[in-house]
């Protein structure tokens, strides 16, 4: 079935997303399959059922096209509906052929040469960013997705709460390593949810691959771990992330209710 068409499992007043990031799919990384299909088995044995799932950015590892195969047979084992967006080893273009080829149910590109769309599930309007930048860690939000971007949030006559999907943390980190990249792209989007914050309710992100929770102007950002680097830990001095091998997998619940966000962590051994 369309995801428009999806129903809710717990009445009209609340809802359940789940949240994984950043699979970085690779055919020559055994391990990192491995990690994935124990994280669609976690979410399969909840008692605790998805009404949608959201996998924010960097599907594939260094914009391979040839990834995005297996790495859509691995997430069509989930038993929920799912919903995409462009990370930094992604392109916009290879996941837009992607989702035609592998995930017809999933919603179609709302402008042209971005994965840019807006789906509303019951009382939630869920609106989709598309920040590929080729070449580059950070970010891009030029004119003309701000302009798309704000026609959508307008666009709420019954002032649904709205949850944002995009791949970048868009604040400061405190980690050089993903800092230092980043650039200002994102000043246009903070300012954005200041003047929306009234019915923005959560963005959510990846490329940390950590959970990190801050807010825009009261306006809660969380990123989502990685799937697949599941040690990596950011170290606040020194350029790129540590390791540490006895971290388990990770992946975030996030149940939204009319008049509350409760954020899950859920831990796979």
């Given at each position: 079935r369309h995801?428009?068409?999806?129903?809710?499992?717990?009445?009209?007043n609340s809802m359940y997303i789940f949240h994984i990031s950043d699979i970085h799919y690779s055919t020559d990384n055994p391990e990192g399959q491995a990690k994935l299909a124990k994280i669609v088995e976690s979410i399969n044995s909840?008692?605790?059922?998805?009404?949608?799932?959201?996998?924010t950015g960097d599907l594939v590892w260094?914009?391979?096209n040839e990834y995005y195969e297996p790495c859509f047979q691995a997430l069509n084992k989930l038993n929920a509906p799912y919903l995409l967006i462009t990370g930094n080893h992604d392109s916009s273009a290879g996941l837009i052929d992607?989702?035609?080829?592998?995930l017809p149910a999933h919603p179609r590109p709302e402008m042209d040469k971005y994965l840019q769309y807006a789906v509303d599930i019951d009382f939630v309007k869920i609106i989709a960013l598309d920040t590929f930048r080729p070449g580059h860690g950070g970010g891009d939000f030029n004119e003309e997705k701000e302009r798309w971007f704000i026609e959508q949030l307008e666009n709420n006559p019954d002032k649904k709460p709205v949850v944002v999907l995009l791949h970048q943390f868009t604040l400061s980190t405190g980690?050089?390593?993903?800092?230092?990249?980043?650039?200002?792209?994102?000043?246009?989007f903070n300012n954005i949810i200041k003047k929306y914050r009234s019915t923005?309710?959560?963005?959510?992100?990846?490329?940390l691959h950590n959970s990190l929770h801050s807010d825009i102007f009261g306006v809660?950002?969380?990123?989502?771990?990685?799937?697949?680097?599941?040690?990596s830990l950011l170290n606040y001095k020194k350029s790129t992330p540590e390791r540490d091998a006895s971290?388990?997998?990770?992946?975030?619940i996030h149940k939204i209710e009319e008049n509350r966000i409760t954020t899950y962590t859920v831990t796979v051994p």
């Open positions: 995801i428009k068409d999806i129903p809710f499992f717990y009445g009209l909840q008692a605790v059922k998805p009404d949608v799932v959201v996998v260094k914009e391979h992607a989702i035609e080829k592998y980690s050089g390593f993903f800092d230092l990249h980043s650039g200002n792209w994102f000043v246009p923005v309710k959560l963005i959510l992100c990846g490329h809660p950002i969380v990123s989502g771990f990685s799937t697949n680097w599941a040690e971290r388990p997998l990770a992946y975030l």
